[in-house]
């Protein structure tokens, strides 16, 4: 069996180098692939050592909250695996500030014995009121358009008037105006939201690209939807209803509502909720803030020392 880890990256080029000397030390026969905005930082993959099977994705321009650029980077890295022949039975979606939270042999040998197809967090917007859902069915139920940064100021101020002498829907926070238009959701082809990490099979995403060719309607639209990366996916294979697809992406995060919808730096303190053997890997981290998690975890990672007994709790779902 075969994994391919993609990591989107901007910051901290000496964290990114440390996750993927963790993957390769775990595996070095996984594939790894990069995609690092060089325009923020430099990486230097010398830094990792002497391992094969990594691929560095070189980008200038930044990848912006809220459109559409993390969702064209990663069906950038979908249909270059493609295109290119990799050969993967996973496809494991990462951020430059994840760190796996078990060994990287226990995770794959997990993902060899599953009977899923994929692990993706996803529901369904319309099944009840809530101010949550609320606040997806704006985000893609409309469609927007990016006004420039310098207009946020303007929105902030103005945003009140103009929602109430308008239609429009006001982002001034990413400087974007909507309009509710015709949607391709009906009964059956529904909308469904989560969260963007994930970990699918290579007939998952198979599927995926082969789908957005064929209705690049879809694609089109979504593009002009807030966070569409959180959506999207989800959309398209649930409603294909032929994976059998666990609704956990084995992910450990906290998004506390003083956030705003940020997901908040893990500390040490965090060290027994990461590592309770319900996730493969956890996020954010932060080593300029606190290295200590990090190197915690890299006693249990790098050493593939197996989680204490009083530590391991019985997943409710996908174990």
Known sequence: M??????????????????????????????????????????????????????????????????????????????????????????????GQDYPTQPISKIEQFLSKTEYDGFIRYYDPLAEKSAWNEKSIQRFFHQY???????????????????????????????????????????????????????LSRNCIKFLINYLSEHPNILRYYKRTIGPEESLIQTVLVNSQQFNLCNDDKRYYDYPLELGGYARLLTVTDYPSVTNGNFHFARKFD???DSEILDLLDTQVLNNSPLAPERIQKSNSCD
């Open 145 to 199: 358009v990016q006004l420039p940064d310098s207009t946020a100021w303007l929105l902030r101020k103005y945003s009140g008037k103009i929602e109430h002498y308008t239609p429009l829907i006001v982002k001034w926070r990413y400087s974007m105006v909507g309009l509710k238009t015709k949607t391709p959701f009906d009964r059956n082809f529904k909308c469904y939201r989560g969260w963007y990490w994930n970990t």
């Open 2 to 95: 075969k994994i391919c880890y993609f990591i989107q990256s901007h910051k901290n080029p000496e964290q990114i180098c440390r996750l993927i000397r963790a993957i390769k030390q775990g595996n070095p026969n996984s594939q790894v692939l990069v995609n690092h905005n060089f325009g923020i930082s430099n990486l230097d993959l010398r830094d990792v050592g002497n391992y094969s099977g990594i691929e560095l994705l070189q980008r200038s321009k930044s990848i912006k909250r809220a459109n559409s650029s993390i969702l064209e980077t990663y069906l950038e890295a979908i249909r270059l695996l493609g295109d290119r022949g990799f050969d993967f039975d996973w496809l494991i979606c990462l951020s």
């Open 287 to 289: 080593a300029e803030i």
